[in-house]
C-alpha cells in the first residue's frame, strides 16, 4: 500500500504552521519597525520607549509561537490524518460532517472571525481616541513648559521667598519667557482637596484646590470670563479665590459674574472672597 502515514500528514502540516506563524510574525516585526516612528509621534512618545523592554519579553513570544503553532497545526493534522481514503472515494466527505464535529468547526471559525473583529475595533478605538486627543481644544497651553518640583513646601510669604529669588535668577536666562509657580501643573492629578461652604447658602463641597501665583494664569492662557486673577502682592490675595465655571455652577450661582464678591469658608473656617471665574478647561 502506497501513501503517506499518519506521521507524514502530521509533520507535515506541523511543518506548515511553523513556517506560516515565523512568516506572520517576521511580517509583524517589519511592519513594527516600518511603522515605529509614525506610531511614535502618534503617541508623543519617543521610538525607543516602544521597544520591547526586559528579558520577559522573549521568553512570552517563544510561547506564544509555541501555543500557535501547536493549535494552527496539531488540530487539523490529527483530524485530516484520521480520515479513512474509503470514505473519500465513496464521496463521502460531501456530505459534511455533522456532530460534535461539525460544532467544533463552527466554534473555530466564529471564536477566529470575533477576535479579528475585536483587534480590528480596538485598532480603530485606539486610533481615533488618539485622534480625538490630539485635536480637542483644551483650553489651555502646556506646549514649550518645563515643569520642575521644589522643595520648600511653607505656602507663606517667608517660604516664597527663596522661591522667587530662584524664579528671579531663572527669568534672566536666554530662551526663558516666563515662570510660574504652582502646587499643581494643568494635566496633572491635583492632589489636594478642600470643604467649601457658601456663606450665604450653606451648601457644602468639596473641592479640588491648586495654590498658584499671579503669572499662573497668563502663563497658561487661562481665559478669565469673570473677575479678575491674582496680583503679585501675595498679602493681599491670601484669602481670595479663583473659581472654575463647574465649581461656580456646583456652588449653586447663576453666573459667573454672580459669584464675584461671594465668600465661601473653607475647612480652616477662614472666609474666601471669590474674585474671578476661569473658563473650564481640559
Given at each position: 500500500m502506497?501513501?503517506?502515514?499518519?506521521?507524514?500528514?502530521?509533520?507535515?502540516?506541523?511543518?506548515?504552521s511553523?513556517?506560516?506563524?515565523?512568516?506572520?510574525?517576521?511580517?509583524?516585526?517589519?511592519?513594527?519597525?516600518?511603522?515605529?516612528?509614525?506610531?511614535a509621534r502618534?503617541?508623543d512618545?519617543?521610538p525607543?520607549?516602544?521597544l520591547?523592554?526586559?528579558?520577559?519579553?522573549?521568553?512570552?513570544?517563544?510561547?506564544?509561537?509555541g501555543?500557535?503553532y501547536?493549535?494552527?497545526?496539531?488540530?487539523p493534522?490529527r483530524?485530516?490524518?484520521?480520515?479513512?481514503?474509503?470514505?473519500?472515494?465513496?464521496n463521502?466527505?460531501?456530505?459534511?460532517?455533522t456532530?460534535?464535529?461539525?460544532?467544533?468547526r463552527?466554534?473555530?471559525?466564529?471564536?477566529?472571525?470575533?477576535?479579528a473583529?475585536?483587534?480590528?475595533?480596538?485598532?480603530?478605538?485606539?486610533?481615533?481616541?488618539?485622534?480625538?486627543m490630539?485635536?480637542?481644544?483644551?483650553?489651555v497651553?502646556?506646549?514649550?513648559?518645563?515643569?520642575?518640583e521644589e522643595?520648600?513646601?511653607?505656602?507663606?510669604s517667608?517660604?516664597?521667598?527663596?522661591?522667587r529669588?530662584f524664579?528671579?535668577?531663572v527669568?534672566?536666562?536666554a530662551?526663558?519667557?516666563?515662570t510660574?509657580?504652582?502646587?499643581?501643573?494643568?494635566?496633572?492629578?491635583?492632589?489636594n482637596?478642600?470643604?467649601?461652604?457658601?456663606l450665604d447658602?450653606?451648601?457644602n463641597?468639596?473641592?479640588?484646590?491648586?495654590?498658584v501665583?499671579?503669572?499662573?494664569?497668563?502663563?497658561?492662557?487661562?481665559?478669565?470670563?469673570?473677575?479678575?486673577?491674582?496680583?503679585?502682592?501675595?498679602?493681599?490675595?491670601?484669602?481670595?479665590?479663583?473659581?472654575n465655571?463647574t465649581?461656580a455652577?456646583?456652588?449653586g450661582?447663576q453666573?459667573?459674574?454672580?459669584?464675584l464678591?461671594?465668600?465661601?469658608?473653607?475647612?480652616?473656617?477662614?472666609?474666601?472672597?471669590?474674585?474671578?471665574?476661569?473658563?473650564?478647561?481640559?
Open positions: 502506497n501513501g503517506a502515514t499518519s506521521g507524514h500528514l502530521i509533520r507535515q502540516f506541523l511543518t506548515e511553523l513556517l506560516v506563524n515565523l512568516l506572520a510574525i517576521s511580517l509583524g516585526a517589519v511592519f513594527f519597525v516600518l511603522m515605529l516612528n509614525t506610531f502618534l503617541v512618545r519617543a525607543v520607549d516602544l520591547p523592554q526586559g528579558l520577559g519579553f522573549w521568553p512570552c513570544w517563544s510561547r506564544c509561537l501555543w500557535e501547536l493549535f494552527a497545526g496539531l488540530y493534522a483530524v485530516l490524518a484520521g480520515f479513512n481514503p474509503v470514505f473519500s472515494l465513496k463521502m466527505l460531501a456530505k459534511g460532517a456532530g460534535s464535529k461539525a460544532r467544533l463552527k466554534t473555530l471559525v466564529v471564536g477566529q472571525f470575533s477576535i473583529i475585536l483587534l480590528v475595533t480596538g485598532v480603530l478605538a485606539l486610533f481615533f481616541q488618539m485622534q480625538y490630539q485635536k480637542q481644544a483644551l483650553g497651553d502646556i506646549g514649550q513648559t518645563l515643569v520642575l522643595s520648600a513646601s511653607r505656602p507663606d517667608a517660604g516664597q521667598a527663596p522661591v529669588s524664579l528671579n535668577e527669568n534672566a536666562l530662551g526663558i519667557v516666563s510660574t509657580r504652582s502646587t499643581g501643573v494643568p494635566g496633572g492629578e491635583i492632589g482637596s478642600t470643604d467649601f461652604t457658601r447658602g450653606g451648601l463641597k468639596r473641592c479640588r484646590t491648586m495654590g501665583d499671579d503669572r499662573f494664569i497668563g502663563q497658561y492662557q487661562l481665559q478669565l470670563v469673570a473677575g479678575r486673577g491674582f496680583s503679585e502682592n501675595y498679602k493681599a490675595d491670601e484669602f481670595n479665590v479663583v473659581l465655571e465649581a455652577k456646583i456652588f450661582f453666573n459667573p459674574d454672580d459669584a464678591g461671594r465668600q465661601v469658608m473653607a475647612g480652616d473656617s477662614v472666609p474666601r472672597n471669590v474674585v474671578g471665574v476661569v473658563k473650564d478647561y481640559h
